[in-house]
């Protein structure tokens, strides 16, 4: 059930009448922990007993570590939840992968490896990041670990951020539950809102430009190179409005529950710089690798260099650039499976060390010395990389990667010219809307409800998906990881 | 947008769905020209559905007209309509076929015209050819309202049709999520009914009614093509060869326009299928396409009075 479908509607608007009918806090708890389950098992119920498996797990460690004295045992009792969550991911999400690599060198031996068909478990990136995240704030002595069980339940499986974020931290989960959560009028309009914002980002925008996507990935030989590069434009687009939708929705359940999220996404592609995209895009994942991934590896790389300027660049420059490379890395790793994200998340840290190099190289006070054109010829270069990633974020192999590229660079007038007429509208339409949001503050618009001819603009905004958004469900893109 | 199922006279339909095209109905109600006086001479009677219809291109575009523009003398009567499948045309041609007195009909087939003999209302049509039902149940009060509506508005009307695709969207979710019937498995259900062996039995029979009325028959036949695999051919190979296998069993023409998309295509590179507003390479034909199909049935047209 994903939040764009009938089943959703449905589920949610018994989820809220029962709520409704509920006075005390604790069976309003106990009802939401079910109705998470409910709607994780309906992708298949097998992975609910993992989920539990991991909730399990997770709040035993955070006790064992909350209870053990400073020093090693704490340092065991962390390392044991983190390999038992990473394990679990490791298991599920690439044991196929290593499998399938790893078959070459055992045929040149005469062996053949079993592959068992492992199905992933939905969300499971998200969960076991969260659970992560969890046990070493406690280590860190950030956050007390949770004493009801039940609680850390709902934080594990609370379902608006359970299947693809933002990814929640304790910290800012945990104390909300603190407090009663009874429906309100004003979340639940809030909420509503924001909803809204995310079911027009995906069904009018994101689905849309996956009409055009698709078919020009699927043979992007057969087709011009204008073709291609609108295609790869349309999948930018298509991409940050199915994930930013999806996030926009999740906040909006949520905040119609009585909780609140944080934010994920700040108008990315108006970045002047990759590192001001990864402060824009998906930032509950970047925060996440930036504080428990890339920090202490900086940290152990800088203890490891004894010079103060190796080859002329500063100490500090190297340790971020070794464990940049390294945190992108494995940040790419973990949006699937497959060399083709290992590659675009090296080709993000690559690119990250490089402009950390030029900056230091420059000077921060060289920034900004070009005034306007110099601005413009940044985020035109910045965007100019996230367009070429994309495409091998996107494409199935390399192969296919290296048509795509070949056609967009190529300016012979051969191939399928189509210029699909939707798909120019909601880029039209997505660039106008960046442009408006830039003007406001990073505001987006908003529907506020309580103004006069916000209905009447509601019931517009109704009949336009109704009429204009592509028939038939598309999966949300960050569900397969 | 189109209004229920017989069209008004000198109507003004505006279609955007795919492709474009404004076209108004004949004092007939048909989306073609008048019928000529003094009578053409040769009148060709059209029967088929969305793809002779050919409301995603101009009037003159489709290949009913086109093949007028190529041969001389001919008027082809298009009485295409979306939606209507082989199980209706005999039941026309056999109520109207004598008023317009055709000189040869032509039966225009495509990909999706094997599964619509198995619709639940095309089942109920066939029942009802071989016993007649009695009279149709009174319509209700609501139920004229509602007609009346879809009648009268556009808007409602398309509101209704999307709100109805919605709903079998979310049907064919919850069956997958309950059955397991996968998405993948959609091309060959698509085909399926090709290996059904009740269905030659029920082309042959409407052929026969078909052939009854006409004095000289030809099938177009308008195939899916798959234009990106890795090599060009048939949408659906197992209905061309069905279709092929039909024509060759009760001796009739099929004319099948395979080899000039090839050959189209190939001096182009642009498919015939598919538009601007949808996507190339699939649905319905486009203007190029109509083209090389109208001019191949003059040819077949010319061969067929000969």
């Known amino acids: 059930m994903i939040f764009s479908s009938a089943q959703f509607f449905v589920f949610f608007a018994l989820l809220l ?24 098992a309906w992708w298949d119920w097998r992975s609910c007993f993992l989920l539990f498996g991991v909730t399990l ?28 969550n990473l394990g679990v991911l490791a298991f ?8 399938a690599n790893a078959q070459p060198l055992f045929r040149i031996a005469g062996l053949e490896l079993p592959r068992p068909e492992i199905v992933l478990p939905v969300g499971i990136s998200f969960f076991t990041f969260q659970c992560i995240s969890y046990l070493i704030d406690i280590y860190r002595g950030l956050l007390p670990a949770h004493r009801s069980f039940r609680d850390y339940m709902l934080f594990v499986a609370f379902f608006p951020q359970l299947l693809a974020g933002p990814i929640v931290r304790g910290a800012q989960f945990l104390p909300q539950l603190k407090r009663e959560h009874p429906l309100r009028a004003g979340d639940l309009r809030v909420g509503l809102e924001r909803f809204l914002r995310g079911f027009t980002k995906k069904m009018l925008f994101a689905d849309t430009l996956a009409v055009w996507v698709g078919p020009v990935f699927a043979h992007p030989v057969a087709y011009s190179p204008l073709t291609c590069w609108l295609a790869v434009l349309a999948y930018a687009g298509q991409v940050y409005y199915d994930f930013s939708g999806y996030t926009d929705m999740a906040i909006g359940v949520a905040r119609m529950l009585g909780f609140e999220y944080p934010e994920n996404f700040r108008h990315p592609y108006s970045a002047r710089s990759i590192a001001e995209f990864w402060q824009r895009w998906h930032i509950t994942l970047s925060t996440w690798l930036r504080d428990y991934l890339f920090l202490p590896l900086a940290y152990t790389v800088s203890r490891r260099i004894v010079a103060d300027r190796p080859l002329g660049v500063r100490a500090e420059t190297w340790s971020y650039a070794a464990a940049i490379l390294l945190t992108m890395f494995l940040g790419g790793l973990w949006h699937g499976a ?17 402009h950390r190099l030029v900056r230091d190289a420059r000077g921060r006070r060289a920034q900004g010395r070009y005034g306007r054109p110099g601005r413009f010829a940044s985020w035109a270069l910045t965007f100019l990389f996230l367009l070429v990633t994309w495409v091998i974020f996107r494409v199935p192999d390399f192969p296919t990667a290296w048509e795509m590229l070949k056609r967009m660079v190529s300016f012979g007038a051969g191939g399928v010219r189509w210029y699909y007429v939707q798909g120019l509208v909601a880029l039209g339409a997505g660039v106008l809307l960046h442009l408006w949001s830039l003007r406001h503050e990073d505001r987006s618009p908003a529907l506020d409800l309580r103004r006069p001819l916000a209905w009447p603009a509601l019931a517009a905004l109704l009949l336009a998906l109704l009429l204009f958004a592509p028939a038939g469900t598309n999966p949300f893109i960050y569900l397969r990881f | 947008m189109r209004y229920t199922y017989v069209l008004p006279p000198h109507a003004r339909i505006v279609y955007s769905t795919e492709g474009w095209s404004v076209r108004h109905t004949s004092l007939m109600g048909l989306l073609d020209d008048e019928l000529r006086v003094p009578r053409a001479r040769v009148r060709a009677v059209l029967l088929g559905d969305s793809f002779a219809e050919a409301l995603q ?4 575009a489709d290949f009913g007209s086109v093949a007028e523009q190529r041969m001389p003398g001919l008027e082809v009567v298009n009485v295409g309509y979306s939606g209507r499948s082989p199980v209706e045309y005999a039941d026309w041609l056999e109520e109207y076929g004598p008023r317009l007195a055709p000189d040869i009909v032509i039966v225009e087939l495509n990909d999706s015209d094997l599964g619509d003999f198995f619709t639940p209302a095309a089942q109920a049509r066939l029942a009802a050819a071989a016993a007649p039902p009695a009279g149709a149940p009174p319509e209700g009060r609501l139920a004229r309202l509602s007609r009346r509506v879809l009648r009268n508005s556009s808007l409602v009307t398309v509101a209704w049709r999307r709100m109805k695709l919605l709903a079998t969207d979310e049907r064919a979710q919850l069956a997958k999520r309950f059955h397991g019937a996968g998405a993948s498995a959609a091309g060959a259900a698509f085909a399926a009914p090709a290996a059904d062996p009740r269905l030659p039995v029920l082309l042959d029979a409407l052929h026969r009614r078909i052939a009854a009325h006409s004095p000289r028959l030809v099938y177009l036949y308008i195939p899916g093509v798959d234009y990106f695999g890795p090599r060009f051919d048939y949408g659906h190979p197992q209905i061309a060869a069905f279709y092929h296998a039909f024509a060759a069993r009760n001796r009739v023409t099929l004319v099948d326009p395979l080899d000039e998309i090839r050959a189209e295509f190939a001096r182009t590179g642009q498919p015939l299928h598919g538009f601007s507003n949808s996507v190339m390479g699939s649905g ?4 190029a396409g109509h083209r ?15």
């Not at chain 1, 797990?57 to 939840?81: D, K, M, Q």
């Not at chain 1, 497959?338 to 490089?354: K, Q, Y």
């Open chain 1, 17 to 40: 009448g029962a709520l409704a009918c509920t006075k005390w806090e604790g069976a309003r708890r106990n009802l939401l922990i079910a109705a998470s389950y409910l709607f994780y």
């Open chain 1, 57 to 84: 797990v997770g709040f035993r460690v955070a006790h064992g570590i909350a209870g053990a004295p400073a020093g090693r045992a704490r340092r065991r009792w962390l390392l044991l939840g983190i390999a038992t």
């Open chain 1, 92 to 99: 599920f999400k690439y044991t196929d992968f290593l499998l």
């Open chain 1, 338 to 354: 497959s060399w083709t994200f290992v590659v675009w998340g090296a080709l993000h840290g690559l690119a990250l060390a490089i």
């Open chain 2, 57 to 60: 291109v101009t009037q003159d």
């Open chain 2, 284 to 287: 319905h034909m486009n203007a």
């Open chain 2, 292 to 306: 090389v199909v109208g001019e191949r049935l003059a040819r077949a047209i010319a061969e067929a009075m000969r």
